[in-house]
Antibody, heavy 121, light 107 residues
């Protein structure tokens, strides 16, 4: 069964750093683009970043560009999100998701359970 | 960035009702439109992709339609497990923005 499992969330002070991980299993990880989506408490979904299967292409939301870095280790079937210069507004549950392409249209077909990041002093 | 606007933001309905949620894009996204369902405390799940294709396991009471800038999600006969929040998402261009969500509540 395909599965995604996030880890690495926690409480961090403003200006601090955190690295999230997402362990994938049950599907061909290296052939799948992967995405991070976040959800602030009581709010909607916000797309954060996407990385291609081989890691050669990355895309970021303007709100995190220059502060967050998405990466992957296909030998470990693991996706990462390095978050630097964290702000209170980054407080959210962070989900990793597997992207599928159907007739050239990307969609997020599999989601992890999420990991909570709280930025507070 | 493409803005996605859903209406209504919330909706009260009864089991057995037919409900429709609308999603409008600020510019044409052709058919790059997906719908997700999220229940409280849970991760979102893909419901419909490419406007109208049901993801595996999704009941046929769910249907999507539309093109260009206007899209709809229809649930033909609400079941108790359908009460959730629904999000549309465009994947035409980065950033792949979501609508603000429509919370479907029991009347």
């Amino acid at each position: 069964e395909a599965q995604l499992l996030e880890s690495g969330g926690g409480l961090v002070q403003p200006g601090g750093s955190l690295r999230l991980s997402c362990a994938a299993s049950g599907f061909s990880f290296s052939n799948s683009a992967m995405t991070w989506v976040r959800q602030a408490p009581g709010k909607g979904l916000e797309w954060v970043a996407t990385i291609s299967g081989n890691g050669g292409l990355t895309f970021y939301a303007d709100s995190v560009k220059g502060r967050f870095t998405i990466s992957r280790d296909n030998s470990k079937n693991t996706l990462y999100l390095q978050m630097n210069s964290l702000r209170a507004g980054d407080t959210a549950v962070y989900y990793c998701a597997k992207e599928i392409i159907v007739v050239v249209v990307p969609a997020l077909s599999l989601w992890g359970q999420g990991t909570l990041v709280t930025v507070s002093s | 960035d493409i803005q996605m606007t859903q209406s209504p933001s919330s909706l009260s309905a009864s089991v057995g009702d037919r409900v429709t949620i609308t999603c409008r894009a600020s510019q044409s996204i052709i058919n790059y439109l997906n719908w997700y369902q999220q229940k409280p405390g849970k991760a979102p799940k893909l419901l419909i992709y490419v406007v109208s294709s049901l993801h595996r396991g999704v009941p046929s009471r769910f249907a999507g339609s539309g093109s260009e800038t206007e899209f709809t999600l229809t649930i033909s006969s609400l079941q108790p497990e359908d009460f959730a929040t629904y999000y549309c998402q465009q994947s035409f261009t980065s950033p792949h923005t979501f609508g603000q969500g429509t919370k479907l509540e029991i009347k």
